[in-house]
């Protein structure tokens, strides 16, 4: 069974940084891309970064492009999202997500980890 | 980049039918065949229902259809079932690894 769970949520100031993991199983994680997208209270959804299999290929939205850092570690299964400069308006749940085969959807998500930035 | 434009809610009763539409542009939607939606319980993580326009995952009930004209996708549900309530987002891919995401609607089961 496809499992993907994020952690590494909490609460933290702005300007603070957060690093969230994702740990995944049930499938051959290293020939899977892996995303993290976002849904802040009460708002849709909102696509942050994406990963290729190898690792060497890496997107991110504009919304965060430069203050994110995504990466993973195929020996542990896992792909973390190093959150920098948090802002008030980064607050919200935490999703990571496998990319399915056609590289342009996710087909397995996790439950999520909720971030709040607040002073 | 601009949000997809879905109507906020949408509504039927038990067996009837509902199309949510996806508005986009040239740039997004009308550009490439890499539509996905999802539909998200509340509290719950979302779950991929199509992808690539109008392919369903397996376990996808076959109620579940979606299509594509132009710059506008659409996500229909026949016989429409009380499990069915939730929200629903598009997704699009919009060029250079971007995904362009709805706003989300909600639909009631009446």
């Known amino acids: 069974e496809v499992q993907v769970v994020e952690s590494g949520g909490g609460s933290v100031q702005p300007g603070g940084s957060l690093r969230l993991s994702c740990a995944a199983s049930g499938f051959t994680f290293n020939t899977y891309s892996m995303a993290w997208v976002r849904q802040a209270p009460g708002k849709g959804l909102e696509w942050l970064s994406y990963?290729?299999?190898?690792?060497?290929?890496?997107y991110y939205a504009d919304s965060v492009k430069g203050r994110f850092i995504i990466s993973r570690d195929n020996a542990e299964n896992s792909v973390y999202l190093q959150m920098n400069s948090l802002r008030d308006e980064d607050t919200a749940m935490y999703y990571c997500?496998?990319?399915?085969?056609?590289?342009?959807?996710?087909?397995?998500w996790g439950q999520g980890t909720l971030v709040t930035v607040s002073s | 980049q601009s949000a997809l434009t879905q109507p906020r809610s949408v509504s039927g009763s038990p067996g009837q039918s509902v199309i949510i539409s996806c508005s986009g542009t040239s740039s997004d939607v009308g550009g490439y065949n890499f539509v996905s939606w999802y539909q998200q319980h509340p509290g719950k993580a979302p779950k991929l229902m199509i992808y690539d326009v109008s392919k369903r995952p397996s376990g996808v009930p076959d109620r579940f259809s979606g299509s594509k004209s132009g710059n506008t996708a659409s996500l229909t549900i026949s016989g429409l079932q009380a499990e069915d309530e939730g929200d629903y987002y598009c997704c699009s891919f919009s060029g250079t690894y971007t995904l362009t995401i709805g706003g989300g609607t909600k639909l009631t089961v009446l």
């Open positions: 990963i290729s299999s190898s690792g060497f290929t890496i």
């Open positions: 997500a496998r990319v399915g085969w056609g590289e342009y959807y996710f087909d397995y």
